[in-house]
């Protein structure tokens, strides 16, 4: 099996220490840091933004993995990218229609940086089949965007194999929700190759381990 790909999700770090939070996740083993931007109205909860990202661009040389969970994406993804995002991930849901899909993974691409796109819960993956081609990731929600303490969303993870059986081998299918070292198995048995956990990671005592937890094959006792 390749790697997978872990993205701690700053949402559940120490935010009075985060230069040092995401630098102590890389040394923990952490390829990608994941970033959940958040505008009130896609969402009902308000995070961070533009800002925040260009602080962690200079603090860290971890892949940025900006996931937007914002109407109108297309308006600020310049930005984004300007700031330091590697990866800009919009929601299908916030375009009108599969070809406003299309144009956002456009411009994303035009912006230089790559493009992934995400769905929630009720949304068919079938919906995205036609952008499989054109993205470099899709994220996959196993639980509602914008609430926390949710549990992992089991029907939601039969996406994945639905989603790798139309997609371009090197397409990365990215988990998000609820990831801990019992369903980052269910996920990666599935076929995702990359998983954001964030409480998970941030509320263990030692990072190293909850990063080398979440990989398959891994034995309490290493």
Same mark, same amino acid.
């Given at each position: ?11 559940? =770090? ?15 083993? =952490? ?7 958040? %505008? ?10 533009? #800002? ?9 040389? !971890? ?15 310049? @930005?984004?990218? $300007? @700031? ?7 929601? +299908? ?19 230089? &940086? $790559? &493009? ?13 089949? #036609?952008? !499989? %081609?054109?993205? %470099? *990731?899709? *994220? ?18 039969? $996406? ?39 409480? +998970? ?5 030692? +990072? ?7 990989? #398959?094959? +891994?034995? =309490?006792?290493?």
């Amino acid at each position: 099996m390749k790697e997978i790909i872990i993205s701690p999700s700053i949402l559940s =770090a120490d935010f009075a220490i985060l230069g040092k939070e995401v630098n102590t996740v890389s040394e923990a083993g =952490a390829k990608w840091v994941h970033i959940d931007v958040m %505008d009130g109205h896609f969402v009902p909860n308000i995070t961070i933004g533009i #800002p925040v990202v260009k602080s962690l661009r200079k603090a860290t040389d !971890l892949i940025l993995d900006t996931h937007l969970m914002i109407e109108n994406p297309e308006k600020y993804i310049n @930005a984004f990218v $300007k @700031a330091g995002s590697d990866i800009i991930t919009f929601h +299908y849901e916030a375009c009108k229609n599969i070809s406003h899909a299309a144009e956002v993974i456009s411009l994303i691409k035009n912006s230089g &940086a $790559k &493009a992934g796109i995400s769905i929630k819960p009720a949304t068919k993956p079938e919906e995205i089949f #036609p952008v !499989l %081609d054109k993205v %470099d *990731l899709v *994220l996959i929600m196993t639980v509602e965007p914008g609430f926390g303490g949710q549990e992992f969303m089991h029907d939601c993870a039969m $996406k994945i194999p639905q989603i790798k059986s139309h997609a371009p081998e090197n397409l990365i299918i990215q988990v998000d929700g609820g990831i801990n070292s019992i369903t980052s198995r269910i996920c990666t048995s599935l076929g995702a190759n990359s998983l954001v956990a964030g409480s +998970y990671i941030f509320s263990h005592n030692d +990072y190293k381990k909850a990063v080398a937890s979440l990989m #398959p094959g +891994y034995t =309490a006792n290493e």
